[in-house]
């Protein structure tokens, strides 16, 4: 049986051990996405998991991806948004990955960003009828960054709007 202080330290070696893994994966995984993506930074999820965030932009399509710092980059990220740019906004396409891990919120940070870094003031996007089974989480998730939802029950489809101000 271990005493509670021998418990703290054993948890707290534990934690610096996991912390070191992540730092050394993390700077394997950016030598290996910065050959596919531009590295746009370094977030944490809301379950304290490093994610290194990167994108690949051709001036239509913007790709945001988080890859983890837990497991190698293998061309892959584990979680993405995908928007493309028309005239004066910025429409999301879709959104990949995990739900309730704060990886959406890290992404919609993000593609604020590089929407006033290119001034363009609005984000939309769509909420279609694939996305139903989970309408209520995505009204939550897209209120809490400040869009306006309209959704219509009857067609079960609905629009997003966030406007730079």
């Known amino acids: ?46 379950h304290d998991e490093w994610m290194i965030v990167s994108s690949i932009d051709d001036g239509q399509t913007c790709k945001i991806m988080l890859t983890d710092c837990k497991t190698a980059y293998r061309g892959k990220g584990c979680f993405s948004l995908v928007a493309s740019y028309k005239d004066d906004v910025i429409h999301i396409g879709d959104i990949k990955g ?3 891990h704060g990886f959406g919120s890290i992404c919609m940070k993000y593609l604020k960003d590089i929407a006033r870094d290119h001034n363009i003031p609005k984000v939309t996007g769509d909420i279609a009828k694939r996305d139903w089974n989970h309408v209520d989480r995505l009204i939550h998730f897209y209120e809490k960054h400040q869009f306006k939802v309209c959704v219509d029950h ?3 489809s609905g629009s997003i709007k966030w406007v730079d101000l």
């Not at 610096?16 to 910065?34: A, G, H, P, T, V």
């Open 1 to 46: 049986m271990f005493t509670a202080e021998e418990k703290n330290r054993q948890e707290l070696e534990e934690e610096l051990n996991d912390l070191e893994f992540q730092i050394y994966r993390m700077q394997e995984n950016m030598k290996d996405l910065s050959k596919d993506a531009k590295v746009l930074g370094i977030d944490q999820s809301k």
């Open 98 to 100: 995990p739900p309730n």
């Open 154 to 156: 009857d067609t079960q």
